[in-house]
């Protein structure tokens, strides 16, 4: 459970590769292209993206983690 925003940045690496071997539009083939053409402003959106995708992973995964073991709190309960 815990490991699951590392595993999500594993697999957003990841897509930048099938993207760019199948040619396939996406978000990937966006910021290769982006970077080869140094088109700054879209490389750092991309960046963004993915930045906000782990912090908002890793919030769910403390918030699920706090209801899946009742042990784990907030506060001096």
Known sequence: MTLYPVSMTR???GLVLIEIVFN???IGFT???AVLSRDF?????VFF???A?????NFGVDVIYGVIDP????GDD
Not at 71 to 74: A, L, T
């Open 11 to 13: 697999a957003i690496g």
């Open 24 to 26: 396939w539009p996406g």
């Open 31 to 33: 910021l290769v292209q």
């Open 41 to 45: 402003p879209v490389v750092q959106f």
């Open 49 to 51: 993206l993915v930045a």
């Open 53 to 57: 995708f782990v912090i908002v992973a």
């Open 71 to 74: 042990r784990v709190s907030v």
